[in-house]
């Protein structure tokens, strides 16, 4: 498989910092590492890399409107001409139900887990519409199950907030799809993953810790990732892995 450039965001943590590392160990990728504080990402630059594998450094706060744009501009500075794939990995958990979600923690959620990824796609479209790579660019984004409406009773815990933005964001990913008959958007349930965010989800759901390990999401992500087509896959609900599709 070629060397492909891939845009990761939240790649300094959690399910974004697994997914760094998987492609980073490849041959001949680049990897642009999208993180909220440069200063505390520096390490990500000398992490082992695949051979002619590159590693370039942006920020992209996602409470930030300008981020992402400036972001772009900073990679084609650097010699970047177009983007292979895009994952949006960023994002925060705060568990409440209606009634008691004071009205600044949803605009904070959907800030940072739902405008933030639409700028994520207008900024990188220009370069994902100049890639090359077979089969064309793709459009990830990690959403979670709580996202279902059709199965919003097999998740009673406080998801308000979380659960609302995930599921408006997972119209707009299928949305870039159609929109753009050269694109595939993925919009993928990681599961419970054993990660902080993870972990806290599982307790709250009466569990010791998230069940799905960092191992695992990353083997299912990347396998969705690499070997999913416009034709049978773009703008579908992932249940984890490639071959399981959640309910709207």
Partial sequence: MPGKIYLITGANRGLGRALFDHYVSQPDNTLIAAVRNLESAQGLLSVPKGENTRVILVKIDSASKADPFEAVEEVKRQGIESLDVVISAAG??????????????FEEV??????????????????????KTE????????????ASLAEMEKYPR???????????????????GMENSFLTTLIINPGLVQTDMGNM???????????????????????????????EHSGKFFDMTINRINPW
């Fill in 201 to 231: 989800g599982a307790r709250a759901a009466g569990l010791e810790k998230a069940p799905v390990t960092l191992a695992e999401f990353r083997a299912n992500t990347a396998q969705i990732i690499d070997n999913a087509t416009k034709a």
């Fill in 158 to 176: 406080p998801l308000a907030s979380h659960g609302s933005v995930k599921a408006m964001v997972n119209f707009l990913v299928k949305k870039m």
């Fill in 110 to 131: 959907l800030m940072i887990n739902g405008i933030s990824v639409l700028l994520l796609y207008k900024a990188t479209l220009p370069l994902l519409r100049a890639s």
């Fill in 92 to 105: 925060i958990a705060k568990f409440n139900t209606i009634e008691d979600m004071p009205l600044e923690e």
């Fill in 135 to 146: 089969g064309g660019p793709k459009f990830g984004f990690i959403s979670g199950a709580g």
